[in-house]
Every structure is written in structure tokens, then in C-alpha cells.
């Protein structure tokens, strides 16, 4: 029976023109780490396996970038990052609204969100969004205030809503 680093490897080394692929939830998870961990059976296995129990705890939000036709964004703007609460919720507003549109899976550090996440990113304009340092969330401004006063006094949060 393979584990989740067997299917990494299987998928990370296939031949080119194989059009073999892997859950996304895996790729996030495995991509999270570090270049040199992720040939590590025991780092991948543990990094899966919490990635997992994050997500079957509600602690896990998909991010998106509306880009507005390529217009500058900032963070500041209200529209620009979409939340959802479940891959399953952006699929429908895809469907609807960006058919083409990329949601990224991201760890809510330190609780469920309700309602709203506040984000933090240390280079917002730079749209990295599927790179796991771009953002850090937070199920409440106390929390988030709390982690920028020990890593980056000078930081800022954004608040977003969760949708639904």
C-alpha cells in the first residue's frame, strides 16, 4: 500500500507527456514544506497527515485573486481576495463567475474561522498567492494582532469574509 510520499514521488518523477495526477490537498500540503523536505518520506507523511486533520477540523480556506481583467489591486480592496470555506464553495462560484479561476488552500492558524479571516502577507502585491509564505490567516484580529506584535511589529492585517 503507497503512502502519500509514494504517491508525491510517483507524480513528482512520472515521464514527461504523463498526464498522471495527484489530489490537490496533497500537493498543497507536500508543496508547504521546504525544497529539501519534501524528498523526506517522514516529513511528507507527517505534513499530509496534518494538512488533512486541519481541513477535517474546518481550519483550512481556499484563497482566490480576482485580478479584475488586470487592473492593479491592493490589498485594501475589498474584492480582491476571495475566501471560501471549502473547495466545494469555490467550485460553485467558479462556476458562476470565473469559470478558469484558481482557488489555493490555505491553514488558518489557530482556530476555525467565523465569519471572517484576517490576512497577512509580508509582499501582498506581489500575487504569489500559490507560494504556502504569501499569506498567513487568522480566525481573529486578537490572534493576528498577537503574531504581528512577535514577528513584524510593522505588519499589517486585512480582514476578509468566509464565504459560505
Given at each position: 500500500?503507497?503512502?502519500?510520499?509514494?504517491?508525491?514521488?510517483?507524480?513528482?518523477?512520472?515521464?514527461?507527456?504523463?498526464?498522471?495526477?495527484?489530489?490537490?490537498?496533497?500537493?498543497a500540503?507536500?508543496?508547504s514544506?521546504?525544497?529539501?523536505?519534501?524528498?523526506?518520506?517522514?516529513r511528507?507523511?507527517?505534513?499530509?497527515?496534518?494538512?488533512?486533520?486541519?481541513?477535517r477540523?474546518?481550519?483550512?480556506?481556499?484563497l482566490?485573486l480576482?485580478?479584475?481583467d488586470?487592473?492593479?489591486?491592493?490589498?485594501?480592496?475589498?474584492?480582491?481576495?476571495?475566501?471560501?470555506a471549502?473547495a466545494?464553495?469555490?467550485?460553485?462560484?467558479f462556476?458562476?463567475?470565473?469559470p478558469?479561476g484558481?482557488?489555493w488552500?490555505?491553514?488558518?492558524?489557530?482556530?476555525?474561522p467565523?465569519?471572517?479571516v484576517?490576512?497577512?502577507?509580508?509582499?501582498?502585491?506581489?500575487?504569489?498567492?500559490g507560494?504556502?509564505?504569501?499569506?498567513?490567516?487568522?480566525?481573529?484580529?486578537?490572534?493576528?494582532?498577537?503574531?504581528?506584535?512577535e514577528?513584524?511589529?510593522?505588519?499589517?492585517?486585512?480582514?476578509?469574509?468566509?464565504?459560505?
Amino acid at each position: 500500500m503507497s503512502d502519500a510520499f509514494d504517491r508525491w514521488l510517483e507524480w513528482r518523477h512520472k515521464p514527461p507527456g504523463d498526464r498522471r495526477s495527484i489530489p490537490a490537498e496533497l500537493y498543497a500540503a507536500v508543496m508547504s514544506l521546504p525544497e529539501a523536505d519534501r524528498s523526506d518520506r517522514q516529513r511528507v507523511n507527517e505534513v499530509v497527515r496534518s494538512h488533512d486533520e486541519a481541513r477535517r477540523e474546518g481550519r483550512t480556506v481556499w484563497l482566490y485573486l480576482d485580478y479584475h481583467d488586470g487592473a492593479p489591486r491592493t490589498m485594501e480592496d475589498p474584492g480582491w481576495v476571495k475566501v471560501f470555506a471549502s473547495a466545494e464553495v469555490a467550485e460553485r462560484w467558479f462556476k458562476e463567475n470565473d469559470p478558469e479561476g484558481v482557488a489555493w488552500e490555505y491553514e488558518v492558524e489557530g482556530g476555525q474561522p467565523h465569519g471572517s479571516v484576517w490576512l497577512y502577507s509580508r509582499d501582498p502585491g506581489s500575487g504569489a498567492i500559490g507560494h504556502p509564505d504569501w499569506a498567513k490567516l487568522y480566525p481573529s484580529i486578537k490572534a493576528a494582532e498577537k503574531w504581528l506584535e512577535e514577528n513584524d511589529p510593522t505588519g499589517k492585517v486585512w480582514e476578509y469574509p468566509v464565504q459560505e
